[in-house]
Each structure stands twice: as structure tokens, then as C-alpha cells.
Nanobody, 126 residues
């Protein structure tokens, strides 16, 4: 399966973006999907995850500001990001796997995924 992210960009603090991840396979089969980010000099962290049953998980740092969703008709994963802050600046990656993520917190773990996109850059200026 191939994943292609888009929608990143440069925004001012408080701004919003909508990130998209086009999936080459039927997302009905990708039970576990997530968004991760990696800032310069830091490790890749999970920010939001979603299972095929629609159950979601969020990192504490983004809960209430980020919303993950999936459109199985369009085979696309989305991440709505609002109230962006400079500390949200990072490369954002989507990930998918055919395994079941249980508990849902596994959707935030790098090790749960075999398939990754190339990333889309989000830069937030103060």
C-alpha cells in the first residue's frame, strides 16, 4: 500500500490546516491508521489515530485542537489541525496497517505500522 500526504504549509500562530493522506488500497482493509509528526532533532511522535470502527485516540498535546477522520469511499485519511502553535512545526506523516489496533492507544505507536507516507511539512510562525 502507498500513502501520499498533502495539505501542509506555512501558517501563523492560531491558524488552521487540513492534512490529507491518499491511500492506494481500500481503507476498509486498513484497520489501523494514524498521523505522526517529527520536529527537527526530535523523535517521531503519534498525534492522532483511528481504527476502522471509527474509534480515535489523540496525544494530550493536540487533543481538542486536532481531529482525525477517514473517508473509506475516497480511501483518504484526514487531519484537521486548528489553533496551531510554533511547537506544532514538524513534518507530518500518515501511517497505515492491516492489523487490528487494540487497545486504540496502539494507533499512536510507531511500531504498530508497516506502511508510511513521505510526509508533509507544517510550519507555524509566531
Amino acid at each position: 500500500v502507498q500513502l501520499v500526504e498533502s495539505g501542509g504549509g506555512s501558517v501563523q500562530s492560531g491558524g488552521s490546516l487540513r492534512l490529507s493522506c491518499a491511500v492506494s488500497d481500500n481503507t476498509d482493509s486498513t484497520y489501523c491508521m494514524g498521523w505522526f509528526r517529527q520536529a527537527p532533532g526530535k523523535g517521531r511522535e503519534g498525534v492522532a489515530g483511528i481504527r476502522s470502527d471509527g474509534i480515535t485516540a489523540y496525544a494530550d498535546s493536540v487533543r481538542g485542537r486536532f481531529t482525525i477522520s477517514r473517508d473509506n469511499d475516497e480511501n483518504t485519511l484526514f487531519l484537521e489541525v486548528k489553533k496551531l502553535q510554533p511547537e506544532d512545526t514538524a513534518m507530518y506523516y500518515c501511517a497505515a496497517d492491516y492489523a487490528w489496533c487494540d487497545p486504540v492507544s496502539l494507533t499512536l505507536r510507531r511500531g504498530a505500522y508497516k506502511h508510511w507516507g513521505q510526509g508533509t511539512q507544517v510550519t507555524v510562525s509566531s
